[in-house]
């Protein structure tokens, strides 16, 4: 059979990772697809440009869109990134009958809908499990393997980057921006390393875990987001005392009002695998009704993790080249006529637990003062620790862990805290989630 002939737009890390794993595991991959892949065309910005991959056999443009309408290709993998020039690409490709292989989680999170309906109607396929979690086959678990549960709840470590600046920090003792370069330099981090610290690229994916799970459209600005920049050692220090570790997470919930979708750093127990996920790995727990909560794991970036799901999607792609388009998983894992309207709710909606640390006078009445003002919102306190002031000063941390309370409720309660005279800092609060079965 003839081979299926790829059209590669980009050859910046994934790219030539994408190269280097077709090449080296060409034989398996064939006796998978059913034939042979190969690239034939690739578009790069640099032709010239050294790459750690032979390019051998493979003609190299920098016209991008020559290559997407060359009818001589038949599957278009872009690996461009951002939402400009690589959606034109995207949706020329698609206007050109050709199916799509992608691993950028912005465009499909923001333009997703858009790209998703244009394929619908063209009757062919855009697939994106390199979005997500890397290497990771996150996206395949649950559209299909989940297929038979109601999904109640997710929560994953999505960003490595961030990851791995929090486990550097906790380990090591070092600096933020010195971990960052690190991550940089290692090919982790983003082009704009603030999509990792601000929360952003774990937003894109939460925002594509969050419609696969629950059937509901790609809503990238109802997401929650907070990043990890203010997150700081005495915090760290204190979660431990507590039993818990600080993790940056993306959370997608079933609620009875609707959808939670919110990016945070979180304290979860640090018996929980989750806690227990460092460095630049990933991982995501997935609970269903019938089967309970599930874990997936592994490297959520770098050059050959991310490659492994784009020659995956490449895979499913070419198998399915001369099946019915109407027989194809659908892909957001409903069908696109039944997805749902469920509310997407705002954060002052969200119930979680919380750990909260303030500066204070030491001096009597004080904790009763904040205890008060908890108590009046019907927020319950599970556990408090106080830590004397050195010597000469006086202000004590008091460091508390709350039941789960509305988070309007707990903003109010912040507030008023912070108008006590004898309070003194801004109320330092980190999201607190127990991440129990249901
Ligand atoms: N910058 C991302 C991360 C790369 O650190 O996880 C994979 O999306």
Redesign the pocket.
Known sequence: MRPARIGLLGLGTVGAGTVNVLRRNGGEIERRAGRRIVIARAAAREPGKTRPCSLEGIELVTDAMSVVRDPDIDVVVELIGGCTVAKDLVLEAIACGKHVVTAN?ALIAIDGNEIFRAASRKGVMVAFEGAVA?GIPVIKAIREGLAGNRIEWLAGII????NFILTEMRDHGREFADVLAQ?QRLG???ADPSF?VDGI?AAHKLTILGSIAFGIPLQFNRVSIEGIRDINRADVTYAEAFGYRIKHLGIARRTPSGIELRVHPALIPERRLLANVDGIM?AIVVSGDAVGPTLYYGA??GAEP?ASAVVADLVDVVRTLTADPHNRVPHLAFQPDTLSDLPVLPMEEVETAYYLRMQADDRPGVLADVTRILGDLGISIEAILQKEPPVAQHQASIIMITHRVIERNMNQAIGMIEHLSSVHAPVVRIRLEHLNRR
């Open positions: 989680k890397g960003n490595g980057t961030g991550a982790y981090a983003e990792d690229d990933n959520g970036a991310t």
